[in-house]
């Protein structure tokens, strides 16, 4: 459900009712006063059944599993607290093998912290829970799939981080689960840091001393990698992947091609989880004017890809 005070509850809502999917059981992390408050604002059936694990679900359909104490629907220390609770059963449920995979809704940071939620993220809390090190958000879309190299640091670390250990760790990964989740040996193309790709040294050496060598190194083991690229005209070019050193460097392109339908995808967990491409929108929360499209990719993505892993 992700936060209560903001606009999960009611793309949730938006999502699962008048769904014609009967073979599916989907399992709502949050809040039962949420939830019924949630569809009324939509207007909207949504039969559910209260459960109180996991292993009460006996067949298809949608169930709620309350997760920690009643909340409000206001931003706040409560609401919070309510958000990092759901996550963490959904993240406890999925570790185990009762879900087939997650879906995230958002949650706000500065509340989450003031909880007690430690880390940057839902992304890297999942990695933690499951004991993942090695993983990486994409940006997904029908038009373009990015991958960070890094992620939420200044811009002036960043020529600090660019080593070509992570270089090669990030496309290895990336190699790795495009295979495992779309049974696709992608063509990925790394972009270069400087304007030009370096201009050959002339505009800094990272690409010559890191990037490059990485590229290299990974041709040698037969992943189809292309780089460094020149940022101004990479997206230009037929790629399945593109890795961006930093993150304004994929996230404007992105943005600007998939605002709306963009998706987050985990890579590494041992489960698939997306999410959508927006945040909690307390100024439109409750309002019932929130556009699901990115959250109905998120799932649409997200039920591709357990089909893909189990069929």
């Not at 209560?4 to 999917?21: F, H, M, Q, T």
């Not at 009967?22 to 569809?39: L, W």
């Not at 909340?71 to 607290?81: A, I, V």
Request: aromatic share 8%; with cysteine; proline share 7%.
């Amino acid at each position: 459900m992700g936060d209560p005070a903001g606009i999960g509850p009611e793309l949730v809502v938006k999502l699962l009712s008048g769904r014609p999917d009967t073979s599916t059981a989907y399992v709502i992390y949050g809040d039962r006063e949420v939830m019924e408050r949630a569809i009324k604002l939509v207007g909207k059936s949504l039969p559910w059944c209260g459960i109180g694990s996991v292993e009460e679900v006996s067949s298809p359909g949608i169930y709620l599993l309350q997760s920690g104490e009643p909340t409000k629907t206001e931003p706040s220390l409560s609401s919070g607290r309510a958000a990092v609770s759901y996550l963490a059963r959904a993240a406890v449920d999925a570790c185990r093998g009762e879900l087939a995979g997650i879906l995230t809704m958002p949650i706000n940071k500065f509340w989450a912290r003031k909880a007690g939620f430690s880390l940057s993220g839902q992304t890297e809390y999942l990695a933690r829970v499951s004991a993942t090190d090695d993983f990486a958000m994409m940006l997904y879309s029908d038009k373009i799939r990015v991958v960070l190299i890094t992620t939420h640091i200044p811009l002036a670390e960043v020529p600090r981080r660019i080593k070509k250990d992570l270089v090669v760790k990030k496309v290895l990964l990336v190699w790795r689960e495009m295979e495992r989740l779309f049974g696709l040996r992608p063509r990925i193309g790394v972009l270069g840091l400087n304007p030009h790709a370096g201009e050959g040294g002339e505009i800094g050496d990272e690409e010559l001393r890191e990037i490059s060598p990485a590229i290299e190194e990974l041709r040698d083991m037969g992943v189809d990698v292309e780089g460094p690229l020149p940022p101004d005209t990479a997206f230009l070019k037929d790629y399945d992947v593109f890795l961006c050193p930093y993150h304004d460097e994929g996230l404007i392109p992105f943005k600007l091609l998939s605002f709306r339908e963009g998706v987050n995808l985990t890579l590494g967990l041992p489960f698939p989880r997306t999410s959508p491409d927006h945040g909690t929108a307390y100024d439109i929360a409750w309002k019932g004017v929130a556009d699901p499209t990115s959250a109905e990719k998120a799932l649409a993505l997200l039920e591709k890809l357990i089909h893909n892993l189990y069929k």
